[in-house]
């Protein structure tokens, strides 16, 4: 009974798979006939009074084949032999690229891998890395020009409200953004200027057109005058509250009228109450020496801008005597565009300082102006009328006549230099002699000006002529003559016109004008200086 309560419990724990039973009658029995019951070692089962008994022994190792998992599969003692490398360091490559790792089992036990992630292969950047895997590092990247890796990667060039560049690895600001602009030059900053009025400069104290200057152009600061009838004010140009520009200068105050050569009481003439015969001449003796004084107050014939009658007896532009006839030619010899602040040039702004804006045409203008006189084919005759040889003082008519080339120093009269009525069309009526000094005008004055196989003819009005004139028995002489005077737009325009597209753009970049012609305070007009000299002509019928 004692050994079936036995038997019964380790059947039990056996079958919680503690212990291995057989529980056949032959097995029980053989084992008492050979040895009797035996304790076994180590194993326990429950007793009568509940205490513990000795552990049973685990089951047998059933070999098969190795496997890579940790175990010892083949009961050799011995774990995951014949996988060589197990362990070991390795690399997982693509292309030039390798990730570190080490090898280990496979998932199904069957081989050993490495454990390292295979390189991913990219486009390449600018990182220091070989992204593409193609053992070169960065390349196709140009950090002295790369606006997204100037000097170094990954720095970007970018600016506010501008487009940016790399330029020898150094970041650029290349343009501004529509309606932005860069008026004060840092390129930290980007383009901080906000255009105003479409981008066109009005008198707003503001920099409309975001070029670093504030109203430039617009004359704000400069000298005005102003006219009320007769009568003149001096001011200062200032803005005005609609954007525009207007003088600002003391109120106009008409006096009474006096002999000074002004308009005292602003009603539009000069000097009228001294000028009994109206011609615009004072004649009382009461009137400064100083002035133009008529020589008969009482015929407006006669006067000092009257143009003088030849060998009629009478002095009808008051120089103190008849005039003779006949012209005296001489031809300039040398002439060419004056360079900036000629002294002989006139200040048509009123800055003080002489004005050409065509100083900067002389070096392209004059070895043509002067090859066309050396060849004969400008030919321009300075004519004296009313002037004796030998005279020194006096009030003559001078003409610019033009030539048609003989032989140096001959010419004859081209018919162009008249008009309708014979009179010459550039004429300066009354110039003046004084001790060998001349001054004539103003007038008008064409010039022709040889350029590359064209001719541009430019009327010069206003044009003044000054110069040591000598009149003697070898003929007429201006030395160090000077012809100073204002192109108009028109004028200019007319004369590129004959121009090829190609150079007449290229005039704006050397000749910008410089003259209000019209008065509402923007340049329309272009200061002119010429220099010349003149010798004695021969003038055959």
């Known amino acids: 009974m004692g050994r079936a309560l036995i038997l019964l419990a380790s059947c039990g724990l056996w079958s919680l ?18 040895t009797g019951p035996t304790p076994m070692a180590d194993a326990t089962v429950p007793t009568p009074d509940g205490g513990p008994t000795p552990d ?40 030039a690229c390798a990730n570190p790792g080490t090898q280990i089992c496979a998932a199904d036990g069957s081989a050993v891998v490495c454990d390292a992630p295979v390189p991913v292969v990219g486009a390449e950047i600018c990182d220091g890395k070989d992204n593409d895997c193609d053992t070169r590092i960065d390349e196709g990247i140009d950090l002295a020009v790369d606006p997204a890796n ?3 990667c990954g720095r970007v060039c970018g600016y506010d409200h501008a487009n940016a560049g790399c330029d020898e690895a150094v970041c650029v600001l290349t343009s ?74 003391p109120p106009i105050v008409p006096g009474d009228e006096v002999c000074d050569g002004l308009d005292n009481d602003c009603d539009g003439t000069i000097d009228e109450d001294f000028d009994a015969d109206g011609d615009g001449f004072p004649g009382d003796p009461a009137c400064p020496a100083n002035l133009r004084v008529d020589c008969n107050d009482n015929d407006p014939a006669f006067n000092p801008g009257a143009r003088e009658i030849c060998e009629d007896g009478i002095d009808q532009n008051c120089d103190g ?42 070096p392209l203008a004059n070895g043509n102006i002067q090859d066309a006189i050396d060849n004969g084919q400008l030919n321009l005759l300075p004519t004296t009328y009313g002037l004796a040889p030998g005279a020194r003082q006096g009030r003559f008519d001078l003409a610019i006549l033009i030539g048609q080339f003989v032989r140096p120093t001959t010419y004859r009269i081209d018919a162009r230099s008249y008009d309708a009525a014979g009179d010459p069309r550039a004429l300066f009526i009354n110039a003046q002699l004084q001790n060998g000094a001349l001054s004539a005008g103003p007038g008008d004055f064409p010039f022709e000006i040889p ?91």
């Open 451 to 541: 350029a590359g196989g064209f001719v541009l003819a430019v009327n010069v009005a206003r044009a003044t002529i000054t110069g040591a004139l000598t009149l003697d028995d070898q003929g007429l002489t201006i030395r160090n003559g000077w012809i100073s005077g204002v192109v108009p737009q028109a004028s200019l325009n007319a004369a590129l016109a004959v121009l090829p597209p190609e150079l007449a753009q290229l005039v704006p970049l050397v000749l910008q004008p410089d003259v209000d012609e019209d008065g509402d305070g923007r340049p329309d007009g272009y200061s002119a200086c010429l220099q010349f000299e003149a010798r004695p002509a021969t003038i055959l019928p």
């Open 150 to 152: 100037c000097g170094r």
């Open 56 to 95: 049973m022994a685990p089951p047998a190792c059933v070999p098969s084949d190795e496997r890579c998992d940790g175990l010892d599969n083949d009961c050799d003692t011995r774990i995951d032999e014949g996988f060589a490398g197990l362990g070991d360091a390795c690399m997982a490559t693509e292309g």
């Open 176 to 249: 501004c953004e529509g309606g932005f602009g860069d008026a004060n030059g840092i390129v930290a900053d980007g383009c901080e200027c906000v255009i105003t009025n479409g981008g066109v400069e009005r008198c707003d104290g503001e920099d409309n057109n975001c070029n670093g200057a504030v109203d430039e152009g617009l004359g704000v600061g400069e000298d005005c005058v102003v006219e009320d009838g007769g009568c003149r004010a001096e001011g200062v140009q200032i803005c005005a509250e609609d954007g525009s520009v207007l003088c600002s200068h």
């Open 321 to 362: 005597g008849d005039a003779p006839c006949g012209g005296i030619s001489a031809y300039i010899s040398q002439a060419g565009v004056a360079g900036a602040n000629g002294a002989g040039c006139r200040d048509f702004t009123g800055d003080g300082v002489p004005d050409n804006a065509f100083a900067g045409t002389g």
């Open 17 to 34: 798979g503690l212990v291995a039973c057989d529980d056949s009658p032959s097995a029980g029995t053989e084992a008492e006939a050979d």
